[in-house]
Every structure is written in C-alpha cells, then in structure tokens.
C-alpha cells in the first residue's frame, strides 16, 4: 500500500485541481427541481410502486438533499480530526503538514459548499427538509472514539464516495447537471483525500499490536452501527418530509414499505458501499490481515 500514496504527489494533485465555491453554485447556476438529483441505484425510489412520477422525483430530492447535508455533516468531524493528525508532524515533514493542512482545506471548503446547496435547496423544494444532527453532536460522539477506529470510518467514507460517483453518477444524463456538478467536483477533491487517509491509517496503525489493531477495528464497526442508528432516524424524518411535501398521507402497509426500502437504500449508500469497496479492503488487510474477510461478509447487510 505504501508505494502507491505518498504525501508529496498527493500534495500535488490536490493543488492542480483547486476550484472555487462561486464557480459551480450561485448566481446563474441553478437547481432544476423539474429533474431527479441522485441515481436510482442510491435512491431506490422506482422499488415503491404505489408511488406516482411526481411522488418518487420528490422523494429523490429530499433524498438528494439529505445526501449532501450527511456529507457535510461527516465533514465536521473530518476536518477537526485531520488538524489534530497533522499537530504531531508540523516540524518534522514539511510536505506531510502541507499535504494534510490541504486536506483539512478543503473539508471546510466542503462544508461550506454544503450549506450554500442546503440554501439553495431550501429556497426552490419549498419544504423544509428534518435532518439528523446536530453536527456537533455527532462530532462529539464520533471523536471519543479511538483514533485508529474514525481514521477507518473516514477511509470508508473517502472510498465510498469515489464508488457513488464512478458507479452511479458520472454516466447519468438523466440528473440535474447542477446537482451533479456539486457531486463530481466534490468527487475531485475526494480521490485525493482517500489517498491520504490511506496514509493515515497506516500511521496510526504503524506501532500497534495485533491485538490493539483488532480493537480498533472492532470500534469502526461499532461506529458503523451508531450510524445505522441514525439512518434508520433520517428515515423516519424522510417520511415526514415526503409528506408533507407531497401532500400526500400514506396508508400504514405503504409508510411500513417506505421505511424498509428507505432504510436499506440508506444503509448501502452511506454504510455497504464503502465497507465493500476493494481499496478499504485492501488498506484493512495490510494492517490486520484477514480481517478482511470479517467486513466482506458482513457487508451484504447493508446492500
């Protein structure tokens, strides 16, 4: 895995990408609320078929809403946890700090970019959306755990994007092109910082033993089930939002059904995806292997 990742060529590529918050929202670019915003693979809204066109178009953008403002809300643990990674370093690998400080960079720039979208969302869908959170909270929850154990939940989720976007997004004509904008230059900045948590990873798991290893990874999956937690919550809220946005009340057989087809497409989005991917995998056997195998059985769960 090493010789693969180093921070100096990172560092670089980070740099050549560089765009700016104004550049892609705002001003003249615009959400077309008359278009779905996120692939049917992570939506899933085609499954509910007591649902009429109209109905599931509302339902992919409340869930596109909520996809964003979860990246956003993620990010704000990412970025106090990369700063305090970086601390250690700072007067010993120049390259190293300058690389992870970028990294840190761009989180907030993230963040913001989120916020502005929410804004937006908020001002064109004409119903507020319920949202889990705050993102304090969860912070506050996520950063008590060990180290080793948030380095792999953020892996996880570093990798989980570049599978959305590759997979699902990047070839759907079909998406509002400003929403998918948001996505690919998100993505951009994100294949980068997969590369770095790599690196971190490896750090934090460079003088342990097996033993305190297996804890840790035992952590990011309880991490994981805190999170679960949570998306079964959105769900609930999802329904909520979808009402009263559609105006429509569903039957109790319909809101059972829209709360297990919901929850599961909450589950492989946020949690399968990126546990399953291949290169979170691959950084999960270096350090522990055979643990591996551990993570791609359960993965299924989530699918």
């Known amino acids: 895995m090493r010789q693969h990742y180093d921070f100096g060529a990172t560092l670089q590529a980070s740099q050549k990408v560089n765009w700016q918050i104004d550049d892609i929202i705002g001003g003249d670019h615009r959400l077309d609320f008359g278009r779905r915003f996120m692939p ?9 078929r007591f649902l009429d066109a109209e109905e599931k178009r509302i339902l992919n953008q409340i869930r596109g809403h909520g996809y964003l403002y979860i990246f956003g809300l993620v990010e704000e643990f990412i970025l106090p946890y990369v700063l305090d990674h970086a601390r250690p370093g700072l007067a010993s690998d120049d390259v190293r700090t300058r690389a992870l400080l970028q990294f840190a960079g761009e989180e907030a720039k993230h963040i913001h970019l989120f916020k502005r979208f929410c804004e937006a969302f908020d001002e064109g869908f004409g119903t507020r959306c319920t949202m889990i959170g705050t993102p304090a909270e969860i912070a506050k929850v996520v950063l008590s755990h060990d180290p080793l154990s948030v380095a792999l939940l953020i892996l996880h989720i570093e990798w989980m994007t ?4 590759l997979d699902s997004i990047k070839d759907d004509a079909d998406l509002d092109p400003l929403f998918k904008s948001l996505l690919k230059h998100h993505w951009m900045e994100e294949a980068q910082h997969a590369k770095l948590d790599t690196l971190m990873v490896l750090e934090l798991a460079k003088d342990r033993s097996p033993e305190s ?7 990011y999956l309880a991490l994981g089930g805190i999170f679960d937690g949570a998306l079964a919550q959105q ?9 009263r946005a559609s105006r429509r009340k569903l039957n109790e057989a319909e809101q059972g059904q829209f709360i297990q087809t919901q929850h599961q497409a909450q589950r492989w989005t946020y949690l399968g995806s990126g546990m399953s991917h291949p290169n979170f995998l691959a950084t999960v056997r270096a350090i522990a292997p055979g643990a591996e195998e551990k993570l791609a059985q359960l993965a299924p769960t989530f699918s």
Request: charged share 25%.
């Open 213 to 219: 290893i297996g804890t840790a990874i035992d952590g």
């Open 235 to 243: 769900t609930g809220f999802d329904l909520e939002t979808f009402s």
């Open 40 to 48: 049917e693979s992570l939506a899933r809204v085609e499954q509910l």
């Open 162 to 165: 570049q599978r959305h976007y």
